[in-house]
């Protein structure tokens, strides 16, 4: 559903080419298991965490007017770990720990498009 009102996006993918592989070859791309857990870790946890931090924090400056400030709060909270989630993510885009690695290029024979019948998007030639 929010495909259709927001549309799909190309991603842009930072990796290593240790493949070798050129423009418009297909490849399959690894992520080391530490950069993708620390990607979930800051990308799921730190949102959550700052809108609790933010909903406590303005229920404690609220007074007569608690309930009201500390949505204000979770949403300042909220806006903020977005905001410093973004900035992290432009920062660390360059550190080769955290970059994707293009493992092979894939041949035509080797890449299956995914049917009501298949379960799989990729699956290597011969298997």
């Known amino acids: 559903i929010l495909e259709r009102y927001l549309g799909r996006r190309p991603t ?3 990796a290593q080419n240790r493949a070798g592989a050129a423009v418009g070859d297909q490849v399959m791309v690894g992520v080391s ?3 993708l857990l620390r990607a979930a870790v800051v990308g ?3 949102p959550v965490l700052g809108l609790i931090g933010g909903a406590i924090f303005g229920q404690r400056l609220g007074g007569s007017h608690a309930e009201g400030l500390s949505v204000l709060g ?3 909270g909220f806006a903020l770990a977005l905001y410093w989630l973004r900035r992290y993510s432009a920062e660390s885009e360059h550190d080769p720990e955290r ?3 293009v493992l092979r290029r894939m041949s035509v024979d080797s890449v299956r498009v995914q049917t009501p019948h298949t379960h799989n998007n990729f699956s290597p030639a011969g298997e």
């Open 33 to 35: 298991q530490r950069g």
């Open 44 to 46: 799921y946890l730190l």
């Open 99 to 101: 970059q994707a690695v």
């Open 12 to 14: 842009r993918l930072v």
């Open 74 to 76: 979770a949403a300042a």
